[in-house]
């Protein structure tokens, strides 16, 4: 089984070089030169990191059957060789979304928002793994980290693919959320 | 808020005075005389505890707004006075469940097995609280933890919501199961 947590590292180490960092809404987070990605789950800081955010990957939870198939054909995996190009974003969304139904959920999710439909146009382009921390049950500053990466040549297709995403109905949910952008370090 | 996280500690100390101990699939856990229940995830096993489980309440997976309002409705909380008796079942689900996307989850555990509709027959009398220990990242024994406490008149209904549910299609899913049935000290 492959690791399902991980460990996402700010600070002076790590193969990925900050080339943007900001708030797209809410608390910033303390600015870092680079980013590392470790499996596992620990809370202690390791030297040189200024902060660490933590998440599991899990089941889908909103894809239906056939969206699901359509993705896994489809999608490439992260680590790419041309894949330079990174971007880590954390996300909180609101009390008020957590407290509606399944079918609430689902109904912004896709039938509104199209989350999933607006993903596939992007892919194989934009590869992406979605970590969960909510339930990690500690008190986790954010609800998701999404990590994505694309070659250079895809760096404007991943700035429509957030921008179309951040103009939905669901991001109405979304109370923070942060915006880091990477290369890698050659 | 109210917390979400929790532990479940089996030893010589706690409230709930263990009366049945067993397996109902997969291996069984190291028999205990006493459970106790707190707040909290640390991993550490106190003085008097043998094991402990642990994990955290979070949003409805499955139900609709119309199902979950129902169950808002009716359903009494944890800790009644005349709830002397308790029952903690951990659950572990198969490779294969996870695996489902979430069309197809819902499709078994509410179309095909009416685990909703089945629990709503023993509401009030049976209060549920049900904990997450998947998406805790760590190596977890079970996937869930669901405790019940309910008066001692009904728990013969009490048996009859569990063979209900485990004659359901979703058991097929289900590869690990214990079954503690505890009352409460006086």
Not at 12 to 21: K, Q, Y
Not at 40 to 62: I, M
Not at 137 to 155: K, L, N, R, Y
Request: glycine fraction near 6%.
């Amino acid at each position: 089984m492959p690791p399902r947590a991980f460990r996402f590292l700010g600070g002076t180490h790590g193969p990925w070089v900050v080339t943007s960092f900001r708030p797209f809404r809410g608390e910033a987070l303390p600015p870092v030169e680079r980013i590392a990605v470790e499996p596992g789950l620990d809370p202690s800081l390791p030297e040189g990191s200024r902060w660490l955010l933590r998440g599991v990957t899990s089941n889908e939870r909103y894809a239906t059957k056939a969206e699901k198939a359509s993705m896994q054909r489809v999608q490439a995996p992260l680590g790419r060789p041309e894949a330079t190009h990174g971007a880590m974003i954390p996300i909180r969304k609101s009390a008020a979304w957590w407290a509606l139904a399944q079918d609430e959920r689902r109904e912004v999710f896709e039938e509104t928002s199209r989350h999933i439909a607006i993903g596939a146009n992007y892919l194989p382009a934009i590869a992406r793994r979605l970590h969960h921390c909510r339930d990690l049950g500690s008190d986790e500053p954010f609800d998701f980290v999404t990590w994505f990466d694309f070659a250079s040549a895809h760096a404007s297709a991943f700035e429509d693919l957030v921008a179309a995403l951040r103009a939905t109905r669901e991001w109405d949910f979304v109370e923070r959320e942060f915006d880091v952008r990477m290369v890698r370090a050659v």
